[in-house]
């Protein structure tokens, strides 16, 4: 936006003579504007206090003494201007070194601070701007028919809907209509006398309003309303109204337009009925009297065909308004403010009723509440799904993917190690788990670091000298690897790993452990259960289908049998630790606490009907918000935050795994402190999986590779679990001889030092 605003409400700004320099200071932390002017009791301008203003005087001062008064510090020569000043002026007087202009009346007092305007404005402690949420407004407006107790119930209903503000209109009947809103008025055409009347039976009175706005405030929605006229407009004001939604009838009032920027506060306006020479026009206006504004695009027909809504504009009025563009929609259905969310929109505003058939031509075009929340939902996604452009990266889930169905280099025949490779030895095959084909080239003519055999995959690191080779590692703690029955001979030989922890599929579940384990393991056990079962059956101890749940129970069940048998065949003197995911995921959407207590009856009673005998301990694993399961993303709701975690704990007397970069993931998810986290957490911790994290779905990263502070993470095992065990769990760690796995221990071994 290139325009200025005028900041009427001012106080951010200000501060007395005789505060002192420190809370100048907080002051000027808390507006952001690297300013604060200084006026005296009776508001007339004595100076300013600026960064460098600040930093001078340090320099100059001997004894620095933050309690003085602010007076001290600041500079009394400071630029101003006239309250009357054009707008024009003021932009040739705001620089990049005077990013705001204290207004003055005739007496020298403050009554405004013009500063640039921004594309972004803030409305009931939201953002509304370019890559924030689009802001949707539930327009209850009449549809409450003249009864408060509906518009109480809509106000829920746009609540639970997931709305951010709900929004009514006032009027001043008496003095908006040249006949006194007099109805029955047969001068009137029937278009107006219909509409007076059904304003004259269903407005609400001043106090209901008021008590419908303390009612949305008190559930975290934003009240907005619209005044019609210049009292409606005072009564808002003294209320306490953060903002005003300006109807599209009156964007060519100019008069209520200035009445409006002249509260100094964020003005949301349709622009439905509008030339573009008028909304032209309304700009400027806007402009001059330097209000905070957001255009939205509208059609005002009841209900808008299809072919007449346009939103292709939203571009056009994007560049015209130089300000945030959002959509007020009158057409049916829910797919249009969607697309509008899609192509930019800010605001979002979309009438909502309780029944389509009430009397009222409103309700015709508005949503009933579960599609209200359907068009929040859709919104939401979409939002989700635009990104931040750029590079393309491949996400975590095409990572899986490409696991499964992509194609790799794979050796056609046994290549000892220092051949150089030919075209000959190369093949391509199924799956994707290596260099891919289009790596051909630079592997050709290559010296082998290592002996590969028919069949093997050639991996990044046979272009390159291997990143890390397995050795003996020194930790505080117990430590062991991932691994399958193929791999633990393997991995136990080249190192001094503690332990192993048998990662099992469902096919594990069926084999004789007699062909796969004859001999005894001079070794440590930790067993993984499978998340998924034989026929696509997703270990879920929580849902309600209690058929699906008994089902689950009874795989758990196996996996505990079968943990049995193993433990006897490794060193466990203690109950075996069987890590598991429990369920409790849902489809759509992160469920609220009150939806999460049936899971956890649910999950309390299933692990009740697990004999385990003393010789298994269950340890639930920590989830993060968005897991990746065979079938796709979900959401997770159990095991992620910390409180629940911890009183599942403190109520069972059950330990749990903590996967560090699940619950970091959590974390950012939840944006709590991970270090708070673990501190909670770790004392209820048997066992971990180490990898790194980021952002909210980054999981299984290789160790420094994300967001984890490592040397904090060991100071806190020291702690509070020294005892606990732990494994590097990297994704595709095991790959390659388990080249990942090593090249964690490497650097988990520096870090714990």
């Keep these: 936006m290139t325009g200025i605003l005028i900041e009427r409400n001012f106080t951010q700004f200000v501060v007395f003579a005789e505060d002192s320099i420190l809370s100048a200071l907080s002051k000027i932390t808390a507006n952001q504007s690297r300013l604060i002017f200084v006026v005296s009791e009776s508001g007339i301008l004595q100076g300013v206090l600026t960064d460098g203003d600040f930093r001078r005087w340090i320099a100059s001062c001997g004894e620095i003494d933050l309690n003085r008064p602010v007076t001290a510090a600041m500079n009394p020569n400071c630029r101003s201007a006239g309250e009357h000043t054009p707008p024009a002026d003021l932009a040739a007087l705001l620089t990049t070194r005077i990013i705001a202009l204290p207004l003055l009346d005739s007496h020298g007092r403050i009554v405004a601070v013009a500063r640039q305007a921004t594309e972004s404005l803030q409305l009931g402690g939201r953002a509304i701007a370019e890559g924030e949420p689009s802001f949707v407004i539930a327009e209850i407006g009449n549809n409450h028919n003249g009864d408060v107790n509906i518009a109480l119930k809509l106000i829920d209903a746009a609540h639970a809907a997931g709305a951010d503000c709900a929004k009514f209109q006032m009027r001043d009947m008496s003095k908006l209509y040249r006949n006194a809103g007099d109805s029955n008025d047969m001068a009137s055409d029937l278009g107006t006398q219909y509409t007076l009347d059904l304003l004259e039976r269903f407005q609400l009175s001043d106090d209901e309003l008021f008590r419908c706005f303390d009612h949305a405030a008190s559930l975290g929605l934003v009240p907005l309303c619209t005044p019609w006229d210049a009292t409606s407009l005072e009564k808002l004001n003294g209320w306490g109204m953060e903002g005003f939604k300006v109807a599209s009838a009156d964007f060519t009032n100019h008069t209520l337009l200035s009445q409006l920027a002249a509260t100094g506060k964020p003005l949301i306006c349709s622009t439905g009925m509008a030339s573009e020479l008028e909304i032209r026009s309304g700009i400027r206006h806007l402009q001059r009297e330097g209000a905070q504004y957001v255009l939205l695009h509208c059609n005002s027909t009841y209900p808008t065909p299809f072919k007449d809504v346009n939103l292709r504009y939203l571009e056009r009025l994007r560049d015209l308004a130089e300000a945030p563009v959002g959509y007020s929609g009158h057409e049916r259905g829910i797919e249009v403010p969607i697309a509008a969310a899609a192509l930019g929109a800010v605001v979002i505003e979309k009438h909502i009723t309780l029944d389509r058939g009430m009397e009222g031509n409103d309700h015709k075009v508005s949503l009933l509440p579960d599609e209200f929340r359907q068009m929040i939902q859709g919104i939401r996604r979409v939002e989700e799904s635009m990104g931040q452009g750029g590079e393309r990266s491949i996400t975590q889930g095409e990572m899986m993917n490409r696991e499964v169905l992509a194609k790799s280099l794979v050796a056609s025949c046994d290549i000892p190690s220092g051949t150089e490779i030919s075209a000959a030895m190369v093949q391509i095959q199924s799956p994707g788990q290596g260099l891919q084909p289009n790596r051909l080239n630079d592997l050709i003519g290559r010296k082998l670091p290592i002996n590969k055999a028919k069949g093997d995959v050639f991996f990044p690191s046979d272009l390159e000298t291997p990143s890390a080779e397995p050795r003996p590692y020194s930790f505080p703690q117990r430590f062991g690897l991932p691994v399958r029955y193929h791999d633990i001979e393997v991995f136990s030989r080249v190192s001094n790993l503690d332990l192993v922890e048998i990662h099992l599929s469902y096919k594990d ?196 590779d994300g967001e984890i502070d490592w040397v904090q993470l060991f100071g806190l095992m020291g702690q509070h679990c020294p005892e606990a065990s732990f494994i590097p769990e990297i994704w595709q760690g095991h790959k390659n001889r388990g080249e990942g796995a090593w090249l964690a221990l490497e650097r988990l071994e520096r870090l714990a030092a």
Excluded at 520 to 533: C, K, N, S, T, W
């Design 509 to 704: 579940l069926e084999v004789n452990l007699d062909d796969v384990l004859p001999d005894q393991q001079g070794i440590g056990l930790v067993i993984h259960a499978p998340e998924l079962f034989a026929g696509d059956h997703t270990l879920d101890l929580c849902t309600e289908d209690d058929s699906y749940r008994q089902h689950s129970i009874a795989e758990l069940q196996r996996v505990v049998d079968i943990s049995r048998d193993l433990r006897q065949r490794f060193q466990c003197p203690e109950p075996v630790l069987l890590v598991t995911n429990v369920g409790g995921f849902s489809e759509h959407r992160h469920l609220d606490a009150q939806e999460k207590q049936p899971l956890r009856e649910r999950l309390l009673d299933g692990l009740n009907r697990i004999a385990s005998s003393g010789e298994v301990e269950i340890i639930p694993q920590t989830m993060p918000p968005y897991p990746w399961h065979f079938g796709g993303q979900r959401f997770h709701n159990l095991f992620v935050d910390p409180e629940f975690i911890q009183q599942f704990c403190h109520d069972t007397g059950m330990r749990i795994c903590l996967d560090v970069s699940h619950s970091k993931l959590a974390c950012n998810h939840l944006q709590g402190s991970f270090s708070d986290f673990l501190s909670k957490i770790l004392p209820f911790t048997a066992h971990l999986h180490l990898a790194d994290a980021s952002g909210v779905d980054g999981e299984g990263l290789q160790i420094l």
